[in-house]
């Protein structure tokens, strides 16, 4: 039985101690068997509001274990700044001994100042209330204090904000424990709707925009807060407090400082946001609740919301050179183009056919994400393993809608999640490209609970680029090494702190769990999976067919990120040099390598627009099998280059479009497709621009 051992210490806030504890107690409402226990370093204590402690027993009469909890809450700051505090060391050595012991030592608010004293926080990513966020600093300077986030976990180390985050982070140590739907319970019987996750900053839509004294506009807001889902039009709003639709509106806007329309908004995004922690809600039930007419409408607001980490980080770079190069809007368009994903709007008559399973071979599944995934990261690791010819390999996603890949065309997933488990079939190998989200809170929970539900001691993970993710989200990399795109690496570890998270490597594995760098490194994950299961042999003869220019898989990589100069490259392609209207011509029988290698590539380089084409305008099947829908129609094109990426390619694919030039690829020469592409770019653009889109690629 586990035990939650708190300390009492003099000077106690109340609500420090009080939260937590009904976190757990209700805890054991819903059947989790554990112990409370009390301890402090005085005989009697009384609290900041004057109730007093007797009879508490003194600290050293704990038997606390590995696993066991143990909570120091807040004090008054004033005894914490004492010399009577700081001189508590028995009780702070003790502290020490209990986390050397594998004790779990948890802080709420000023605790954390116990910790400090402990010598806990030496080299320690940690937090506290933010009017102490310097003193903490001041005090203890080794330590790494963050400040804006509700707790930080460090190993076995929590810290937590002020007062209600104590109740934050319990919620959180109980879903470690016992896992997000059994704690959605215990908050929703404490009646604590709106629970916050560490990613969370301190600041809280439900706390932000009430520093006002307006009886009427509290009531609007308490009751949009309790109806997400209504209409709440304004007329019904102005009727709860008896004013007119203008007057609400008007007052609302001077006391909060926001409409109620960006209020609401911001309402149904936080609440949605918190929902969807939970693997039990689809996204459809979340947008209901939450108010949203759409599924699509509430995904195309959290993406707007929280758009990927990649797009931001060179968008940004790219638009600080913008803005010192004064020219006009059609110059952006290639910064607007490097960042839209447009979603499938055709027709779904599509014949969606299983390819053949063979139960002599092993089955190699490519999770795929309907509203987006990474072109290279799916294709490659697909073609690679078909080349086996070892090898059951399906791309396999929620839906029976076409997959909309990153970037250039889209492709039909050759079966279901659903699918594979009412076929019995059991995967070998999970590969998880990068999917639609970087982060803990856009994980899409049907996704992340089929991988775990699939994953045996014998099942090979490769996670692909920022796929690392999702792998990550499963829990199966806890304490396993992990790595993902060097310009993402940090931005991602900061939503998973349990991986062990490595730079400076192509691919790193533990066991049967592999992880690669960011795209390029697709190649050589899968070519070390490949060697693992079928041998070296199969493993060159792959090698070998798509030109790979060294004998083994790379492990050795730069994690290389953007330098000024870097971003200089990119504002000078983009202003002063030609941003062309790409075109790929889709064609049955088509290498989905080479496809993937040349657009993935491309579409690094800012064009002015990049789309896909077939003849006829119909999808086309590709050498493996997977079906491909082009992105646009042949007679709309307006084109100045026209890439044909193909073996089969005739001199009737000149006279497609006669207006754009025609680029042939031909691998008779046996050239790594990915070198003949960067020396293309390197001729056109220079070698500084290549170096760019080398670090897009991660490929270093």
């Not at 319990?170 to 019987?189: D, N, P, Q, Y």
């Amino acid at each position: 039985m586990k035990k939650f051992a708190f300390i009492i210490p003099p000077f106690l806030e109340i609500l420090d101690l009080a939260g937590p504890i009904q976190v757990f107690t209700e805890a054991r409402f819903y059947g989790f068997e554990l112990a409370l226990q009390y301890y402090s370093y005085e005989d009697q204590v009384t609290c900041t509001s004057g109730l007093p402690f007797s009879n508490i027993r003194n600290y050293n009469e704990a038997s606390l274990g590995e696993g066991d909890y143990l909570f120091i809450p807040r004090m008054d700051f004033n005894y914490v700044s004492s010399f009577e505090f700081k001189t508590q060391r028995k009780f702070f050595n003790w502290i020490k001994t209990c986390a050397d012991n594998k004790v779990y030592v948890c802080s709420i608010c000023y605790g954390a100042f116990a910790l400090g004293h402990a010598g806990l926080l030496k080299d320690t990513e940690c937090t506290t209330h933010w009017r102490r966020i310097e003193a903490l600093q001041a005090e203890f300077s080794t330590a790494k204090v963050i400040s804006d986030i509700l707790f930080k976990k460090s190993n076995n180390i929590y810290t937590s904000a002020g007062i209600s985050a104590g109740i934050d982070l319990s919620l959180e140590i109980l879903e470690e424990l016992k896992g997000a739907l059994f704690t959605h319970k215990v908050a929703r019987g404490l009646v604590v709707y709106h629970r916050r996750s560490h990613n969370h900053t301190q600041k809280s839509i439900y706390l932000d925009y009430r520093n006002h004294i307006n009886p009427s506009i509290h009531i609007v807001q308490d009751h949009l807060i309790d109806h997400l889902s209504d209409d709440n039009s304004i007329e019904e709003l102005a009727s709860l407090v008896l004013m007119s639709a203008r007057n609400l509106s008007r007052v609302f806007k001077e006391k909060t400082g926001t409409t109620i329309l960006e209020y609401l908004t911001m309402l149904r995004l936080e609440y949605a946001k918190t929902m969807i922690n939970n693997p039990e809600f689809t996204i459809e039930y979340i947008a209901s609740k939450c108010g949203f007419k759409t599924a699509r409408q509430l995904q195309r607001i959290l993406k707007t919301n929280n758009k990927k980490m990649r797009n931001k980080t060179i968008l940004k770079s790219a638009v600080v050179v913008a803005s010192i190069s004064v020219l006009l809007f059609n110059a952006c368009q290639p910064l607007r183009e490097f960042g839209t994903m447009p979603a499938y709007e055709g027709t779904n008559s599509f014949s969606y056919a299983t390819p053949s399973y063979d139960s002599t071979k092993k089955t190699v599944v490519i999770v795929a994400n309907n509203v987006g995934t990474e072109l290279f990261d799916m294709m490659a690791p697909y073609y690679l393993f078909n080349a086996t010819e070892k090898a059951n390999v399906y791309i396999v996603a929620k839906s029976k809608i076409p997959i909309v890949v990153k970037k250039g065309f889209y492709i039909l997933p050759q079966n279901t999640f659903s699918g594979i488990d009412e076929s019995g079939i059991k995967p070998d190998v999970i590969v998880i490209p990068f999917l639609s989200a970087d982060d803990s809170i856009h994980q899409d929970p049907v996704i992340v609970n089929w991988i775990r539900s699939h994953y045996t001691p014998s099942t090979s993970i490769l996670a692909i680029c920022d796929g690392a993710a999702t792998a990550a989200a499963t829990g199966f990399f806890d304490g396993k090494p992990i790595t993902a795109h060097a310009s993402d690496y940090d931005g991602i570890r900061t939503f998973f702190s349990k991986p062990i998270w490595k730079k400076n490597a192509g691919v790193v594995n533990s066991g049967n769990l592999y992880s690669t760098a960011g795209v390029s490194n697709a190649t050589d994950g899968s070519l070390m999976v490949i060697n693992k299961i079928f041998g070296t042999e199969t493993m060159n003869k792959v090698r070998e067919n798509i030109s790979y220019p060294y004998r083994l898989p790379r492990t050795e990589h730069q994690s290389n990120t953007f330098a000024f100069s870097n971003k200089v490259s990119i504002g000078r392609k983009i202003f002063f040099s030609s941003n062309k209207k790409l075109g790929f011509l889709l064609k049955d029988g088509m290498n989905e390598f080479e496809l993937a290698a040349v657009m993935d590539t491309y579409k690094r380089t800012f064009p002015k627009s990049i789309e896909s084409f077939s003849k006829d305008d119909q999808a086309i099947e590709t050498k493996y099998g997977l079906t491909l829908i082009p992105t646009d129609k042949i007679n709309n094109a307006n084109l100045e280059e026209l890439h044909v990426v193909s073996s089969l390619s005739s001199a009737q694919d000149h006279a497609v479009l006669k207006s754009a030039k025609v680029v042939m690829y031909d691998n008779g020469q046996k050239q790594y497709i990915i070198n003949d592409c960067l020396q293309r770019i390197s001729a056109e653009y220079g070698h500084g621009f290549e170096k760019v889109v080398k670090l897009m690629l991660d490929y270093n």
